[in-house]
C-alpha cells in the first residue's frame, strides 16, 4: 500500500487515486528567465521519482503527469527588458535550457506541459467565473482581484490564520485592492509590456491563477496530486485552492506534496549570499547522474544540503554500484521477490523513501559482488532494473566509470597510452617507471585496478 504525506492534513495516508486507471498528477514548473539552480534541479528529479513509481504500481499507460511552464510574468518581463530582446525569445531559450537540463538529470518528460500563454482562454474563464460567483472584484485600476474574506478556509494548507496574515501584511500607497491579502487575478496592461483580451480590458494574469486554469483544464476539476516546492506552499498554493474550489465548487488537488529547501554548506542557497548554483556549473563538475544521485539521498521532505564533500560521497556511492554491476555477466532476470527489492519496494510504498532504497540498492551490489556463478546475473539484473526506478544505473559500467567530469584533462587515448606505457614497464620489471605511471595518472583522477585480464581503469 502506497504511503503518501500529504501537506493538506500534516499526516501520511493510504494513497487511494480517484480513478485507478488513471492517475493524476500536478506539478508546478519553472518560470522560464534564466537557467534551472539546484533547488529546480531537485523538483524536477523528486517528481520524476514520483511519477516512476506511480507508473510501476498503476501501469505506465495509467498515469498523466502534467508540469507547467510559467513564460510570462514581473520577472519575465524585467529581464527581456535588461536585454533588450522580446518576451518571447527569452522564454523560448529557457525552455530549451530547463529541457537540457532536464534529460541531463535523466528527468522523464511529463505527459503534458502546458505554457500559461497558450491558456489564455482558459484562465479568462476562470476569473469570469470568479467575479459570476462574488468572489472576485474589478478595482478602480483595471485590475481583477480575489476576495480573500469570500473564502472560509484560506490558510488550511499553510497553517496560517487570515488574523494573523492581516497583521502583518503591509499595504503600498498605490494598491487598489479592498484588502491587503486580496490577490491579483488579472493585472491591467501598462505601456510596453506583453497583454491579451479580456473583458476587463487588455492586460494578462497574475501567477497564481495560471496554474489553477492549466490544471483543472488538463487533468479535471478534482485530481489526485499536486506537487511543488516547499516555498510554493503560501502564498502560491493556497491561493491556487482558494480560486480553483470557489471557481468550480468541486474539490481540487486531494495530495498535496512539497519538497524541502535546498541550503549550501547549512546555510539558505541565495544570489545574495553568493551560494547561488546552477545545474550547468555543477553538472560541470560533477557528472548528471551523481548531481540525481546525491539529491535521492535525502528523504524529499527534508532539507537537502548541498555541498562538495556531500556530492563527493555521492559520486563514490554510486561509482560502487556501477562497479558491482562492471563485474557481473550481461543477462539475467530481475528477481521481483528478493528480499532487497522487497525492502525497496517497502521504502518506496513509505512515502518515497529514496535513502531507504538506495540503501537497498547498495547492500544489493554487495550481494553481486560476492556472488560468482549461478544467480550472479539475476543479482546485477536486479540491482538495474531497481536503480532503473530510481533513474539510475541505466548506462554501460564502462560508460560512467571512464566517463564524466575530471580526468584531470587527460582523454580517453590519453589515458589508455599511459596505461599500455604502464604494463608494459610492469612487463619489464621497471617497476619504479611503473609506480611512477600509476601516481600520475592517480593525479589526474585516473583510479588501476590490476586484475589477472589486464589492468582496468576509471575516472575517480
Given at each position: 500500500?502506497?504511503?503518501?504525506?500529504?501537506?493538506?492534513?500534516r499526516?501520511?495516508?493510504?494513497?487511494?487515486?480517484?480513478?485507478?486507471?488513471?492517475?493524476?498528477?500536478?506539478?508546478?514548473?519553472?518560470?522560464?528567465?534564466?537557467?534551472?539552480h539546484?533547488?529546480?534541479?531537485?523538483?524536477?528529479?523528486?517528481?520524476?521519482?514520483?511519477?516512476?513509481?506511480?507508473?510501476?504500481?498503476?501501469?505506465?499507460?495509467?498515469?498523466?503527469?502534467v508540469?507547467?511552464?510559467?513564460?510570462?510574468?514581473?520577472?519575465?518581463?524585467?529581464?527581456?527588458?535588461?536585454?533588450?530582446?522580446?518576451?518571447?525569445?527569452?522564454?523560448?531559450?529557457?525552455?530549451e535550457?530547463?529541457?537540457?537540463?532536464?534529460?541531463?538529470?535523466?528527468?522523464?518528460?511529463?505527459?503534458?506541459?502546458?505554457?500559461?500563454?497558450?491558456?489564455?482562454?482558459a484562465?479568462?474563464?476562470?476569473?469570469?467565473?470568479?467575479l459570476?460567483?462574488?468572489?472576485?472584484?474589478?478595482?478602480?485600476?483595471?485590475?481583477?482581484?480575489?476576495?480573500?474574506?469570500?473564502?472560509?478556509?484560506?490558510?488550511?494548507?499553510?497553517?496560517?490564520?487570515?488574523?494573523?496574515?492581516?497583521?502583518?501584511?503591509?499595504?503600498?500607497?498605490?494598491?487598489?485592492?479592498?484588502?491587503?491579502?486580496?490577490?491579483?487575478?488579472?493585472?491591467?496592461?501598462?505601456?510596453?509590456?506583453p497583454?491579451?483580451d479580456?473583458?476587463?480590458g487588455?492586460?494578462?494574469?497574475?501567477?497564481?491563477?495560471?496554474?489553477?486554469?492549466?490544471?483543472t483544464?488538463?487533468?479535471?476539476?478534482?485530481?489526485?496530486?499536486?506537487?511543488?516546492?516547499?516555498?510554493?506552499?503560501?502564498p502560491h498554493?493556497?491561493?491556487?485552492?482558494?480560486?480553483s474550489?470557489?471557481a468550480?465548487?468541486h474539490?481540487?488537488?486531494?495530495?498535496?506534496?512539497?519538497?524541502?529547501?535546498v541550503?549550501?554548506?547549512?546555510?539558505?542557497?541565495?544570489?545574495?549570499?553568493?551560494?547561488?548554483f546552477t545545474?550547468?556549473?555543477?553538472?560541470?563538475?560533477?557528472?548528471?547522474e551523481?548531481?540525481?544521485?546525491?539529491?535521492?539521498t535525502?528523504?524529499?521532505?527534508?532539507p537537502?544540503?548541498y555541498?562538495?564533500?556531500?556530492?563527493?560521497?555521492?559520486?563514490d556511492?554510486?561509482?560502487?554500484?556501477?562497479?558491482?554491476?562492471?563485474?557481473?555477466p550481461?543477462?539475467?532476470?530481475?528477481?521481483?521477490?528478493?528480499p532487497?527489492?522487497?525492502?525497496?519496494?517497502?521504502?518506496?510504498?513509505?512515502?518515497?523513501?529514496?535513502?531507504?532504497?538506495?540503501?537497498?540498492?547498495?547492500?544489493?551490489?554487495?550481494?553481486?559482488?560476492?556472488?560468482?556463478?549461478?544467480?550472479?546475473?539475476?543479482?546485477?539484473?536486479?540491482l538495474?532494473?531497481?536503480?532503473?526506478r530510481?533513474?539510475?544505473?541505466q548506462q554501460?559500467?564502462?560508460?560512467?566509470?571512464?566517463?564524466?567530469p575530471?580526468?584531470?584533462g587527460?582523454?580517453?587515448?590519453?589515458v589508455?597510452?599511459?596505461?599500455?606505457?604502464?604494463?608494459?614497464a610492469?612487463?619489464?620489471?621497471?617497476?619504479?617507471?611503473?609506480?611512477?605511471?600509476?601516481?600520475?595518472?592517480?593525479?589526474?583522477?585516473?583510479?588501476?585496478?590490476?586484475?589477472?585480464?589486464?589492468?582496468?581503469?576509471?575516472?575517480?
Amino acid at each position: 500500500m502506497l504511503q503518501i504525506y500529504n501537506s493538506l492534513t500534516r499526516r501520511k495516508e493510504t494513497f487511494q487515486p480517484l480513478d485507478p486507471a488513471n492517475v493524476r498528477m500536478y506539478v508546478c514548473g519553472m518560470t522560464v528567465y534564466d537557467h534551472c539552480h539546484i533547488g529546480h534541479a531537485r523538483v524536477l528529479v523528486v517528481f520524476d521519482v514520483v511519477y516512476r513509481h506511480l507508473r510501476h504500481v498503476y501501469g505506465a499507460g495509467h498515469v498523466t503527469y502534467v508540469r507547467n511552464i510559467t513564460d510570462i510574468d514581473d520577472k519575465i518581463i524585467q529581464r527581456a527588458n535588461d536585454n533588450h530582446e522580446p518576451v518571447e525569445a527569452l522564454t523560448e531559450r529557457y525552455i530549451e535550457a530547463m529541457h537540457e537540463d532536464a534529460t541531463a538529470l535523466g528527468v522523464l518528460p511529463p505527459d503534458h506541459e502546458p505554457r500559461a500563454t497558450l491558456f489564455m482562454s482558459a484562465i479568462v474563464e476562470m476569473i469570469q467565473a470568479l467575479l459570476d460567483k462574488g468572489y472576485a472584484y474589478v478595482a478602480a485600476n483595471g485590475d481583477v482581484y480575489y476576495d480573500v474574506s469570500r473564502f472560509p478556509d484560506y490558510g488550511r494548507l499553510s497553517g496560517k490564520r487570515l488574523e494573523d496574515l492581516r497583521a502583518g501584511a503591509r499595504v503600498e500607497v498605490d494598491e487598489a485592492k479592498d484588502d491587503p491579502l486580496d490577490f491579483a487575478l488579472w493585472k491591467a496592461a501598462k505601456p510596453g509590456e506583453p497583454s491579451w483580451d479580456s473583458p476587463w480590458g487588455p492586460g494578462r494574469p497574475g501567477w497564481h491563477i495560471e496554474c489553477s486554469a492549466m490544471s483543472t483544464r488538463c487533468l479535471g476539476d478534482d485530481f489526485d496530486i499536486h506537487g511543488g516546492g516547499m516555498d510554493l506552499q503560501f502564498p502560491h498554493h493556497e491561493n491556487e485552492i482558494a480560486q480553483s474550489v470557489a471557481a468550480t465548487g468541486h474539490g481540487f488537488a486531494r495530495v498535496w506534496m512539497h519538497n524541502g529547501f535546498v541550503r549550501v554548506d547549512d546555510e539558505k542557497m541565495s544570489k545574495s549570499l553568493g551560494n547561488f548554483f546552477t545545474v550547468r556549473e555543477v553538472t560541470a563538475r560533477y557528472a548528471p547522474e551523481v548531481v540525481r544521485y546525491f539529491i535521492l539521498t535525502s528523504h524529499y521532505r527534508s532539507p537537502l544540503n548541498y555541498s562538495d564533500a556531500q556530492l563527493d560521497a555521492a559520486r563514490d556511492a554510486l561509482t560502487g554500484l556501477y562497479v558491482a554491476l562492471r563485474e557481473a555477466p550481461a543477462g539475467g532476470e530481475a528477481m521481483a521477490d528478493h528480499p532487497l527489492a522487497q525492502r525497496f519496494e517497502g521504502a518506496m510504498n513509505d512515502d518515497f523513501n529514496t535513502p531507504q532504497a538506495l540503501a537497498a540498492l547498495h547492500e544489493l551490489a554487495h550481494e553481486v559482488n560476492r556472488a560468482r556463478g549461478a544467480g550472479h546475473g539475476a543479482l546485477a539484473a536486479t540491482l538495474r532494473a531497481l536503480g532503473g526506478r530510481l533513474g539510475l544505473l541505466q548506462q554501460a559500467p564502462e560508460d560512467f566509470l571512464r566517463g564524466g567530469p575530471g580526468g584531470g584533462g587527460l582523454d580517453e587515448a590519453e589515458v589508455e597510452a599511459l596505461v599500455a606505457e604502464r604494463e608494459a614497464a610492469r612487463a619489464a620489471r621497471d617497476w619504479a617507471r611503473a609506480d611512477a605511471l600509476r601516481d600520475r595518472l592517480l593525479e589526474a583522477g585516473i583510479v588501476l585496478e590490476d586484475t589477472p585480464d589486464g589492468t582496468r581503469w576509471r575516472r575517480r
